[in-house]
């Protein structure tokens, strides 16, 4: 299972960006998908999540500013961000909770390898 992310960039403060992460390979079926992000110098934190049922949760620091939606049917999570600000900088990871098949109860914990957006001032 590979997780493929893509939309970020550089974009001036006050702009807006949409980050997407599709999942491919042998996919059951996805619970929780997320985004992290990991500014220099410190630990990566939780942004967004969304459940398989819709249900959404953000960080302080992006509530009101970043949307997190999911389409099923293509196994796929969006990011959207707006109001951007320069402390928004930082790689962004998605995750996702991934059964491989029917038999195997147990999800694997999966990440996709990062994608940059830089916010300038």
């Known amino acids: 299972v590979q997780l493929q992310a893509s939309g970020g960039g550089l974009v001036q403060a006050g702009g807006s960006l949409r980050l997407s992460c599709a999942a491919s390979?042998?996919?059951?079926?996805?619970?929780?998908m997320a985004w992290y992000r990991q500014s220099p110098g410190k630990q990566r934190e939780l942004a967004a999540a969304?459940?398989?049922?819709?249900?959404?949760n953000y960080a302080d620091s992006v509530k009101d500013r970043f949307t997190i939606s999911r389409d099923n049917a293509k196994n796929t999570v969006y990011l959207q961000m707006n109001s951007l600000k320069p402390e928004d900088t930082a790689v962004y990871y998605c995750?996702?909770?991934?059964?491989?098949?029917?038999?195997?109860?147990?999800?694997?914990?999966?990440w996709g390898k990062g994608t940059l957006v830089t916010v300038s001032s």
């Open positions: 995750n996702a909770l991934i059964r491989t098949s029917s038999s195997n109860y147990v999800a694997q914990d999966c």
């Open positions: 390979g042998s996919i059951f079926s996805i619970g929780d």
């Open positions: 969304i459940t398989a049922g819709g249900n959404t």
